[in-house]
């Protein structure tokens, strides 16, 4: 079985008309939500996340509407029917993943020169030694923290539970409140750090990217 990554860029806004009519079909309280940012880059991976998602339903053959998204009590949003969905977003690129198989998060994180070592305190002394050991430590960071942000937004407890909870050094399997995640990292897009993380073994993941 495979998932799909489903995922976009944004190197420029997008034409004005063409915003627009990709804002319209959605829900009102989306067009809101959008409408509130201050960063055009956020309101195009609030936008574009939403028509990922769409896309990657109707390629599962999944009926599925935002009206219909339902939020969990952490906020996680979710959909009726068995198929799990997760969105992330960093710099000027959204990803989409979405399975009816299995339970499923993403993390993706611009990789950019940043005094990581301000982080120390969300990683173990194992993980923190793993990255300042590797041939290239701020890409061993920005790895290790995909991992951890990917697992956490699988569970689904997100910024409730802190990174420190979780080991993920050179790991293929990362356990949380004792259920199993299986990570994967991607190398599919240049300049950005990528995990995904499922609660089934052996997923292969494939990439498309969705224009605009």
């Given amino acids: 079985m495979a998932l799909t990554i489903y995922y976009a860029t944004y190197p420029m806004p997008l034409p004005t008309a063409t915003f627009q ?14 409408g509130q940012f201050r960063r055009w880059e956020d309101a195009h991976a609030g936008l574009l996340g939403k ?26 949003p979710f959909l009726e029917g068995g198929i799990d969905f997760n969105i992330s977003h960093a710099g ?9 198989q299995a339970r499923v998060g993403i993390d993706v994180e611009a990789i950019r020169p940043i005094p990581f070592e301000d982080f120390k305190g969300q990683f173990s002394e194992k993980e923190w030694d793993s990255i300042n050991s590797a041939a290239d430590p701020l890409k061993a960071f ?3 923290w995909t991992c951890k942000e990917a697992v956490l937004k699988a569970d689904g407890s997100g910024l409730h539970t802190p990174l420190t909870s979780l080991e993920v050094a050179k790991k293929n399997t990362v ?11 991607i190398n599919a897009f240049r300049d ?6 499922t609660d ?9 990217e969705v224009k605009f």
């Avoid at 009519?21 to 959008?34: C, D, R, T």
């Avoid at 000027?92 to 009816?100: D, E």
């Avoid at 356990?175 to 990292?185: A, P």
């Fill in 21 to 34: 009519a990709l804002l319209a079909p959605l829900p009102v309280y989306m067009q809101k939500k959008i």
């Fill in 51 to 76: 028509h990922l998602l769409l896309a990657a339903l109707k390629a599962c053959g999944h009926p599925g509407a935002l009206d219909q998204l339902r939020y969990s009590g952490f906020g996680r």
């Fill in 92 to 100: 000027r690129m959204v990803a989409c993943i979405v399975s009816p």
């Fill in 142 to 144: 920005y790895a290790c």
């Fill in 175 to 185: 356990t949380l409140n004792g259920r199993h995640w299986h990570v994967q990292e």
């Fill in 192 to 197: 950005y750090a990528c995990h995904v993380a």
């Fill in 200 to 208: 089934r073994k052996g997923l292969e993941v494939k990439v498309e």
